[in-house]
Every structure is written in structure tokens, then in C-alpha cells.
T-cell receptor, first 115, second 112 residues
Framework: KAGVTQTPRYLIKTRGQQVTLSCSPI?????VSWYQQTPGQGLQFLFE???????NKGNFPGRFSGRQFSNSRSEMNVSTLELGDSALYLC??????????????FGPGTRLTVL | GQQVMQIPQYQHVQEGEDFTTYCNSS?????IQWYKQRPGGHPVFLIQ?????EVKKQKRLTFQFGEAKKNSSLHITATQTTDVGTYFC????????????FGQGTRLTINP
């Protein structure tokens, strides 16, 4: 079956702009998690959505938001971009919540560069 | 908050040598997961451990979960160039907690 897909793969924005990233999970997976990966901070949990509801949220400012649609596809939005938001944004899907040890399948990520 | 620490941060070995990475949590974990990320790639789930003292093997990889469920290790026997990448451990931030916290990862490079 098809893996997790993320669009776009690469994005260049300037400070102050906003961006929307998209994630299509593996068919049948109800949990979608988002992570930010940077060389300095590693993999940081952003949020998890399950059946259109945000179940968990990481320690990120309110500029970072997300949503999940009825088909489990998810989007995350970052408003008022800052230079420090430059990172690889990874989406991962799983049948149930990853915190319970359920295998997560990661997408290829969206590389965001903020100038 | 709960922290998951991994050591070492980097490890360079000769092909054929063994490799071990260690993961330590400040709190007891209900489970621990291991992922591998190849250079330029995305994390790939390797395994999850749930039971105290659990040991699981995948070919040359051996995973252990500590008796107190606060630490874990991944050992690779006779490394091959295909083992190159960053290995992450991850666990829920506290018993019954909601978030999955990743360690900083151990980057393994291999001299062929």
C-alpha cells in the first residue's frame, strides 16, 4: 500500500509569511503526528491528530497549528514565520496513537527554509 | 518535563566492529521505540519494547529494555555499511502520558 506522502517537499518563504504543509497518511491510519527536525533540537513533537481531533500538543507557540480532515489527511500551518522555523517537518501516521508503541510510518518530510 | 537522553551522540566504527547506543529516561516508560534514519531520509520504525528486561533481536541488532524500564540499548554486531544512519529511541513522556519524546539520536558512521 502507498506510504505517507507530504507536499510540498521543499519550500522557501520569507520572515513574516505563513505556510501550510500537507500530509496524506497510510490508508486506514487514524493517527497523524507532526514533528519538527532540526540539527540542534533533534525531533520535536508538534501535535497529534486522531479522528479529526487534536489529542496531544508539543511545546510550540500558537503560531503552529494543524487540523485533520475526515479522510485523515492532515495539514499544519505556521503563521508569521521566523528564521528559527527553518527545519524538516515530518508527518507520521499510525493505526493508533504512537505513544502506546504503535508503529509510526514517517513521510519524506517538507524541508522549509525561511529567509 | 520528562527527558530522553541518548549516548553517544556520534560513533564512528570500522566495518565489522560492534556498535552500541544507550537511551536513558528520567521517568519510567510504558514502552520504548527505536527508529533508524538514513542520511537524507526519514525515520523508520525498527521495534518497540514493552516488558521489563525485554530483549529482542533482529538479525544483527539486539534491543534491550532495562529492568526498571528507564533505559534501553541497541547493539549492532559486526556493522555493515548499510547500518549507517542515526538511531533514535523514543518513549511517552511519563506513564500514561500523551506525547512521544525522542532522544537526540546517535549518528553512526562506518569506515569500509
Amino acid at each position: 500500500k502507498a506510504g505517507v506522502t507530504q507536499t510540498p517537499r521543499y519550500l522557501i518563504k520569507t520572515r513574516g509569511q505563513q505556510v501550510t504543509l500537507s500530509c496524506s497518511p497510510i490508508s486506514g491510519h487514524r493517527s497523524v503526528s507532526w514533528y519538527q527536525q532540526t540539527p540542534g533540537q533533534g525531533l520535536q513533537f508538534l501535535f497529534e491528530y486522531f479522528s479529526e481531533t487534536q489529542r496531544n500538543k508539543g511545546n510550540f507557540p500558537g503560531r503552529f497549528s494543524g487540523r485533520q480532515f475526515s479522510n485523515s489527511r492532515s495539514e499544519m500551518n505556521v503563521s508569521t514565520l521566523e528564521l528559527g522555523d527553518s527545519a524538516l517537518y515530518l508527518c507520521a501516521s499510525s493505526w493508533e496513537s504512537p505513544r502506546d508503541g504503535n508503529e509510526q510510518f514517517f513521510g519524506p518530510g517538507t524541508r522549509l527554509t525561511v529567509l | 518535563g520528562q527527558q530522553v537522553m541518548q549516548i553517544p551522540q556520534y560513533q564512528h566504527v570500522q566495518e565489522g566492529e560492534d556498535f552500541t547506543t544507550y537511551c536513558n529516561s528520567s521517568t519510567t516508560l510504558s514502552n520504548i521505540q527505536w527508529y533508524k534514519q538514513r542520511p537524507g531520509g526519514h525515520p523508520v520504525f525498527l521495534i518497540q519494547l514493552v516488558k521489563s528486561g525485554e530483549v529482542k533481536k533482529q538479525k544483527r541488532l539486539t534491543f534491550q529494555f532495562g529492568e526498571a524500564k528507564k533505559n534501553s540499548s541497541l547493539h549492532i554486531t559486526a556493522t555493515q555499511t548499510t547500518d549507517v544512519g542515526t538511531y533514535f529511541c523514543a518513549g511517552p513522556n511519563g506513564w500514561g502520558a500523551q506525547k512521544l519524546v525522542f532522544g537526540q539520536g546517535t549518528r553512526l558512521t562506518i569506515n569500509p
